[in-house]
């Protein structure tokens, strides 16, 4: 993979920096003029070289000068902060493709809050230094050479030399700030990350909170991580309020020099009043530059942290690669699975979660699997949906190994409800036609079909009820749902891509057993033909499958249907027992 650059984001807008330095460069040329013919007026003046009929040519010039700078300000606001803007608008929009390509193993090592200050804090200090900053090195550079210019041709040099050599300490003054702002600006960063993550958080487990009644535990937390935050902060703070006064001191050094020499020099008759006034005037312009020089520090550094945040987000590589990415849109998977001595490790893992594991789900069967919390359930789901990748030869689809299965091909047919039934902040229609390719905004016809795979869902009476219908909008992971509405939800949506393979992860745990009864019985009528795996901690969920496996710790202990396992007499006939005695108690 390519080392991470800005070089071909700069060279997208190379014609832009162009335009904006050029028209900038005219500024600089038009305002060094100004003092200039202000000196001028005042000698002619004094010494009666002109009248006010003289002074008029010189206020055009100073007039012209003014509209060149007028227009020239917005010229190179317009082309270089519109190239900073384009640049973080592409590399914005290429660090998310980025991390859509990437695993599952780094979003569980990531944190949301951390992620998320990638997207403000550090693209906005790279905007600032490909845009403001830019400009302020280019200003600075060529008006304090234009100005030191300006200054000896049409002054006195060694009245100049006086003057800048106080100046000479900024320069060294500069270099031991770069030093320490680059260092205090990395913590600030991480800081800023740490309190995002912390405020992400919380808001997500509000209910929690609240429920437990954590509220003050937490915003101490939480005023400990701003604090923090608050701290790093201020000490960037605490260093550029030094520095910027002591630039101001120098700069006041150096006029004080001036004022003192150049005064003399007026008296000798060596300079004239009007060009006194006017090197003042240029010393005056030398502030800028000086100011200038910590800013440009001062966003370079904060940029350079940045960038080796964001140099580390483009230089992660995905676990999960697609080995042949070419197929067809009439490439179908089957819907055969095999399992031979499945054995796997998660990635930072010790020990295995499903060991030598052997199994055939022929086309078309319907497969439940029953297991203890942690017995490795999910974590086959995971497989088949090749989040994670197993052993080579493991995992077969179609007698095909599955990282030999294009990812494309492989997401588009296999359908999946997980255990936590995400939801959108949109509307239930949006969410239920969220695996579709087509949008329901070009393709209206696609409701019926929305509509009809709610009711498989036995969802559609409960969304009727809503007062916007399916224009419902259900709040941040379906938080305004309950639990078994979400669940019925995501079925709805999987139902909807009328996948060859469905996987339902403990789908069903929430919803009462007479509607769990209907689903299932619409699964049996309508996925005739397809493969489809229930997980499930219910019994009574995995009666209708074809075959059923049970996981203990992460083996295969008992496989067969369920009057066979009834007959075994083992782990499943004892959980069985007793969710019937439950529900006989319960229909007491």
Same mark, same amino acid.
């Given at each position: 993979?390519?080392?991470?650059?800005?070089?071909?984001?700069?060279?997208?807008?190379?014609?832009?920096?162009?335009?904006?330095?050029?028209?900038?460069?005219?500024?600089?040329?038009?305002?060094?003029?100004?003092?200039?013919?202000?000196?001028?007026?005042?000698?002619?003046?004094?010494?009666?070289?002109?009248?006010?009929?003289?002074?008029?040519?010189?206020?055009?010039?100073?007039?012209?000068?003014?509209?060149?700078?007028?227009?020239?300000?917005?010229?190179?606001?317009?082309?270089?902060?519109?190239?900073?803007?384009?640049?973080?608008?592409?590399?914005?929009?290429?660090?998310?493709?980025?991390?859509?390509?990437?695993?599952?193993?780094?979003?569980?090592?990531?944190?949301?809050?951390?992620?998320?200050?990638?997207?403000?804090?550090?693209?906005?200090?790279?905007?600032?230094?490909?845009?403001?900053?830019?400009?302020?090195?280019?200003?600075?550079?060529?008006?304090?050479?234009?100005?030191?210019?300006?200054?000896?041709?049409?002054?006195?040099?060694?009245?100049?030399?006086?003057?800048?050599?106080?100046?000479?300490?900024?320069?060294?003054?500069?270099?031991?700030?770069?030093?320490?702002?680059?260092?205090?600006?990395?913590?600030?960063?991480?800081?800023?990350?740490?309190?995002?993550?912390?405020?992400?958080?919380?808001?997500?487990?509000?209910?929690?909170?609240?429920?437990?009644?954590?509220?003050?535990?937490?915003?101490?937390?939480?005023?400990?991580?701003?604090?923090?935050?608050?701290?790093?902060?201020?000490?960037?703070?605490?260093?550029?309020?030094?520095?910027?006064?002591?630039?101001?001191?120098?700069?006041?050094?150096?006029?004080?020099?001036?004022?003192?020499?150049?005064?003399?020099?007026?008296?000798?008759?060596?300079?004239?009043?009007?060009?006194?006034?006017?090197?003042?005037?240029?010393?005056?312009?030398?502030?800028?530059?000086?100011?200038?020089?910590?800013?440009?520090?001062?966003?370079?550094?904060?940029?350079?942290?940045?960038?080796?945040?964001?140099?580390?987000?483009?230089?992660?590589?995905?676990?999960?690669?697609?080995?042949?990415?070419?197929?067809?849109?009439?490439?179908?998977?089957?819907?055969?699975?095999?399992?031979?001595?499945?054995?796997?490790?998660?990635?930072?893992?010790?020990?295995?979660?499903?060991?030598?594991? *052997?199994?055939?789900?022929?086309? #078309? =069967?319907?497969?439940?699997? +029953?297991?203890?919390?942690?017995?490795?359930? %999910? @974590?086959? &789901?995971?497989?088949?949906?090749?989040?994670?990748?197993?052993?080579?030869?493991?995992?077969?689809?179609?007698?095909?190994?599955?990282?030999?299965?294009?990812?494309?091909?492989?997401?588009?047919?296999?359908?999946?409800?997980?255990?936590?039934?995400?939801?959108?902040?949109?509307?239930?229609?949006?969410?239920?036609?969220?695996?579709?390719?087509?949008?329901?905004?070009?393709?209206?016809?696609?409701?019926?079909?929305?509509?009809?795979?709610?009711?498989?869902?036995?969802?559609?009476?409960?969304?009727?009820?809503?007062?916007? *219908?399916?224009?419902?909008?259900? #709040? =941040?992971?379906?938080?305004? +749902?309950?639990?078994?509405?979400?669940?019925? %939800? @995501?079925? &709805?949506?999987?139902?909807?891509?009328?996948?060859?393979?469905?996987?339902?992860?403990?789908?069903?745990?929430?919803?009462?057993?007479?509607?769990?009864?209907?689903?299932?019985?619409?699964?049996?009528?309508?996925?005739?033909?397809?493969?489809?795996?229930?997980?499930?901690?219910?019994?009574?969920?995995?009666?209708?499958?074809?075959?059923?496996?049970?996981?203990?710790?992460?083996?295969?202990?008992?496989?067969?249907?369920?009057?066979?396992?009834?007959?075994?007499?083992?782990?499943?006939?004892?959980?069985?027992?007793?969710?019937?005695?439950?529900?006989?108690?319960? =229909?007491?």
């Amino acid at each position: 993979m390519k080392k991470f650059s800005l070089t071909p984001y700069l060279w997208k807008y190379k014609w832009n920096y162009i335009a904006g330095i050029i028209i900038l460069l005219l500024v600089d040329l038009a305002s060094l003029y100004i003092p200039q013919y202000t000196g001028e007026i005042i000698d002619g003046l004094t010494e009666g070289a002109f009248g006010m009929k003289g002074v008029i040519p010189i206020l055009v010039k100073i007039f012209a000068a003014g509209i060149v700078m007028t227009l020239g300000r917005f010229g190179w606001r317009y082309f270089l902060q519109g190239a900073a803007r384009g640049i973080e608008y592409h590399l914005r929009n290429d660090m998310f493709g980025h991390l859509e390509t990437l695993s599952a193993r780094y979003f569980n090592s990531h944190k949301t809050g951390d992620l998320m200050a990638h997207f403000t804090n550090d693209l906005q200090a790279i905007r600032q230094a490909v845009g403001m900053a830019v400009v302020t090195t280019f200003d600075a550079v060529v008006m304090t050479v234009m100005v030191l210019v300006k200054m000896i041709v049409y002054v006195d040099f060694r009245l100049t030399l006086l003057a800048f050599i106080p100046l000479i300490l900024v320069a060294i003054g500069c270099y031991f700030y770069g030093i320490e702002v680059k260092k205090r600006q990395l913590r600030r960063q991480d800081a800023f990350s740490e309190l995002s993550d912390k405020a992400q958080e919380s808001l997500a487990g509000v209910r929690v909170l609240k429920a437990f009644v954590q509220e003050e535990a937490d915003f101490k937390a939480f005023e400990a991580a701003s604090l923090n935050n608050m701290e790093k902060n201020l000490a960037v703070v605490k260093l550029r309020t030094i520095f910027g006064p002591l630039l101001d001191a120098i700069t006041g050094v150096s006029l004080l020099l001036t004022l003192v020499f150049g005064g003399k020099m007026v008296l000798n008759g060596q300079v004239s009043i009007g060009q006194f006034v006017a090197f003042n005037t240029y010393i005056g312009m030398l502030v800028w530059p000086m100011i200038a020089c910590g800013d440009c520090i001062n966003s370079f550094t904060q940029a350079a942290a940045a960038f080796k945040r964001i140099a580390c987000i483009f230089a992660e590589k995905p676990d999960i690669v697609d080995k042949y990415p070419e197929w067809t849109e009439t490439d179908h998977i089957k819907g055969d699975i095999q399992l031979n001595d499945l054995t796997f490790t998660y990635p930072d893992g010790e020990f295995p979660v499903l060991k030598n594991i *052997n199994l055939h789900i022929r086309a #078309g =069967e319907m497969l439940a699997i +029953l297991g203890r919390t942690g017995s490795g359930k %999910s @974590s086959l &789901a995971d497989l088949l949906m090749r989040v994670y990748d197993c052993g080579e030869g493991m995992l077969l689809i179609d007698g095909k190994p599955i990282d030999e299965i294009p990812l494309a091909m492989l997401h588009r047919d296999v359908a999946y409800v997980p255990q936590d039934n995400f939801l959108f902040s949109d509307t239930l229609e949006e969410n239920i036609a969220f695996g579709l390719e087509e949008r329901i905004v070009e393709h209206p016809e696609l409701r019926k079909r929305i509509h009809q795979a709610a009711r498989l869902a036995c969802i559609h009476d409960n969304i009727m009820e809503f007062p916007e *219908n399916y224009g419902t909008v259900v #709040g =941040e992971r379906g938080v305004t +749902l309950s639990g078994g509405q979400k669940q019925r %939800s @995501s079925i &709805a949506r999987a139902l909807l891509m009328n996948a060859p393979i469905l996987i339902l992860d403990d789908s069903l745990s929430a919803v009462d057993t007479d509607t769990e009864e209907q689903i299932l019985e619409n699964l049996v009528q309508l996925r005739q033909g397809m493969t489809t795996i229930l997980i499930a901690h219910r019994v009574s969920t995995l009666q209708k499958a074809d075959h059923i496996a049970v996981l203990t710790e992460g083996e295969m202990t008992e496989y067969g249907t369920h009057e066979e396992l009834l007959e075994l007499g083992g782990f499943y006939a004892h959980i069985y027992e007793k969710q019937q005695l439950e529900q006989e108690l319960k =229909e007491l």
